[in-house]
């Protein structure tokens, strides 16, 4: 079973950067396609990036443009660069293997708290 650990998180003002990257034990890592999903609180939580297991990224229109996902697949890690940061970017975020449909795969992992405000 493949176990996932999202780090990075923290407080950041408005326009402000924050990496978060998520760390996942098994050897079929690679074989996964990832993403990158945030929930914030009294919302759904939603799919914001994914990253094919060949590289191939797509991301949500709300976050087009500021955010990237990479994918290290030696280490086992999926990353997420966020830049020019909004306070509605404010959620937890978590990493999960997804379906082609966007579905998560696996038990999700503790997640990580992105927090913006001034």
């Known amino acids: 079973q493949v176990q996932l650990v999202e780090t990075g998180g923290g407080l950041v003002q408005p326009g402000g950067s924050l990496r978060l990257s998520c760390a996942a034990s098994?050897?079929?890592?690679?074989?996964?396609?990832m993403g990158w999903y945030r929930q914030a609180p009294g919302k759904q939580r939603e799919l914001v990036a994914r990253?094919?297991?060949?590289?191939?990224?797509n991301y949500a229109d709300s976050v087009k443009g500021r955010f990237t996902i990479s994918r290290d697949n030696a280490k086992r890690r999926v990353d997420l660069q966020m830049n020019s940061l909004k306070p509605e970017d404010t959620a937890a975020y978590y990493c999960?293997?997804?379906?082609?449909?966007?579905?998560?795969?696996?038990?999700w992992g503790q997640g990580t708290q992105v927090t913006v405000s001034s």
């Open positions: 999960n293997a997804i379906t082609p449909y966007g579905n998560p795969r696996l038990s």
């Open positions: 098994g050897s079929v890592f690679s074989l996964y396609d």
């Open positions: 990253i094919t297991s060949g590289g191939t990224t």
